[in-house]
T-cell receptor, first 115, second 114 residues
Framework: GAVVSQHPSRVICKSGTSVKIECRSLDFQATTMFWYRQFPKQSLMLMATSNEGSKATYEQGVEKDKFLINHASLTLSTLTVTSAHPEDSSFYIC???????????FGPGTRLTVT | QKEVEQNSGPLSVPEGAIASLNCTYSDRGSQSFFWYRQYSGKSPELIMSIYSNGDKEDGRFTAQLNKASQYVSLLIRDSQPSDSATYLCAVIGNRGSTLGRLYFGRGTQLTVWP
């Protein structure tokens, strides 16, 4: 199989605080992980591409200083939402690409609510 | 910018029928195609990948690819109420800065009624 986990699954935080979301590939190595955001009834929006050991590549319009991504190992990438605001409330989903494959497997997602 | 178009639906079929989901893509050089299923409030789940022209079958699912027509489809045979979900067609970038990233269609919402 190809299992990707995310933690936490749900988080509520106060405006101005930072939140870290972890994405782990449990049974395979992933040189590349992707971070998406999805608002209700809308399509997935790619935020950034994370390659192990190098800086993430952010999509146009995504603030790299606000959404900090670290991909320190072949099985772990983290997304930190800094100084969160209510408009950052969304469903954040990571995916991981197997080495030598084009298939991507998604984590279960993290529902962030900023009050 | 790669474009992936799907018939947005919603598509409604009775239990036991065949559900047909369609997708077209703009980049003639695309090589890898995927179908994901997304239940409401959940993340996408990979159900099929297809790389060569023709049909690929996996259980009740059949993916069909026609690169000349830039068309990929998903057939679900013997549809079940549990198949009710949004189905996302995705094409992978194959060069330069797009390498490895997925381009999604807007999804087709399928409802299978008992």
């Amino acid at each position: 199989g190809a299992v990707v986990s995310q933690h936490p699954s749900r988080v509520i935080c106060k405006s101005g605080t930072s939140v870290k979301i972890e994405c782990r590939s449990l049974d395979f190595q992933a040189t590349t992980m992707f971070w998406y955001r999805q608002f209700p009834k809308q399509s997935l929006m790619l935020m950034a591409t994370s390659n192990e050991g190098s800086k993430a590549t952010y999509e146009q319009g995504v603030e790299k200083d606000k959404f900090l991504i670290n991909h320190a190992s072949l099985t772990l990438s983290t997304l930190t939402v800094t100084s969160a605001h209510p408009e950052d409330s969304s469903f954040y989903i990571c995916s991981a690409k197997k080495v030598s494959s084009y298939e991507q497997y998604f984590g279960p997602g993290t529902r962030l609510t900023v009050t | 910018q790669k474009e992936v178009e799907q018939n947005s639906g919603p598509l409604s079929v009775p239990e036991g029928a065949i559900a047909s989901l369609n997708c077209t893509y703009s980049d003639r050089g695309s090589q890898s195609f995927f179908w994901y299923r997304q239940y409401s409030g959940k993340s996408p789940e990979l159900i099929m990948s297809i790389y060569s022209n023709g049909d690929k079958e996996d259980g009740r699912f059949t993916a069909q690819l026609n690169k000349a027509s830039q068309y990929v489809s998903l057939l679900i045979r013997d549809s079940q109420p549990s198949d009710s979900a949004t189905y996302l067609c995705a094409v992978i970038g194959n060069r330069g800065s797009t390498l490895g990233r997925l381009y999604f269609g807007r999804g087709t919402q399928l409802t299978v009624w008992p």
